[in-house]
T-cell receptor
Framework: EAQVTQNPRYLITVTGKKLTVTCSQNMNHEYMSWYRQDPGLGLRQIYYSMNVEVTDKGDVPEGYKVSRKEKRNFPLILESPSPNQTSLYFC??????????????FGPGTRLTVL | QKEVEQDPGPLSVPEGAIVSLNCTYSNSAFQYFMWYRQYSRKGPELLMYTYSSGNKEDGRFTAQVDKSSKYISLFIRDSQPSDSATYLCAMSATGGFKTIFGAGTRLFVKA
């Protein structure tokens, strides 16, 4: 089954404790992206990756890091989480730009709470 | 001013009603216009897309884009309780990966 998986689905942590949210896709997609979703603000892009070892900042990159060492994986790293990073996070992948509306396939989401 | 504006609702309608969902935008470079549907505790899924201006119909769903007014709409005919979800508009410039999402409109269809 074609899918994007994220782990963990739920995470409660404390300020300053480094964490990683994993993302993996099995569709051989070139492009992957991380979003955060907050009430009233919709989905905001954190980082995206156009291929292995190629990443770039989205609209809200502060406090986050990413890496793309393999095509299928795109982990999101919070080196020193703060309470304002409490949010619902989504990973997404897309085949490539210019095809079928740049359709993005989303993972199930990770709900992060930083105390 | 946000690049994409969308009324968050909630919007509550009786079963069978025609639903109209709308977004406005400010960036004239947008060429791809999408509607994603998000059920509770799930990731968004692509529902409809339109390239440039015009209408597109798929079953009970119709997407309209008016680039001159920078306004897009999604119409749902004969709405069903299973249509209850959050609907997010999304836009992207030609050939670009970067997609801008609206805040989403929460829709409730009452049986």
């Amino acid at each position: 089954e074609a899918q994007v998986t994220q782990n963990p689905r739920y995470l409660i942590t404390v300020t300053g404790k480094k964490l990683t949210v994993t993302c993996s896709q099995n569709m051989n997609h070139e492009y992957m992206s991380w979003y955060r979703q907050d009430p009233g603000l919709g989905l905001r892009q954190i980082y995206y990756s156009m291929n292995v070892e190629v990443t770039d900042k989205g609209d809200v990159p502060e406090g986050y890091k990413v890496s793309r060492k393999e095509k299928r994986n795109f982990p999101l790293i919070l080196e020193s989480p703060s309470p304002n990073q409490t949010s619902l996070y989504f990973c997404a992948s897309t085949e490539r730009t210019g095809t079928r509306s740049n359709e993005q396939f989303f993972g199930p989401g990770t709900r992060l709470t930083v105390l | 001013q946000k690049e994409v504006e969308q009324d968050p609702g909630p919007l509550s309608v009786p079963e069978g009603a025609i639903v109209s969902l709308n977004c406005t935008y400010s960036n004239s470079a947008f060429q791809y216009f999408m509607w994603y549907r998000q059920y509770s505790r799930k990731g968004p899924e692509l529902l409809m897309y339109t390239y440039s201006s015009g209408n597109k119909e798929d079953g009970r769903f119709t997407a309209q884009v008016d680039k001159s007014s920078k306004y897009i709409s999604l119409f749902i005919r004969d709405s069903q309780p299973s249509d209850s979800a959050t609907y997010l508009c999304a836009m992207s410039a030609t050939g670009g990966f970067k997609t801008i999402f609206g805040a989403g409109t929460r829709l409730f269809v009452k049986a």
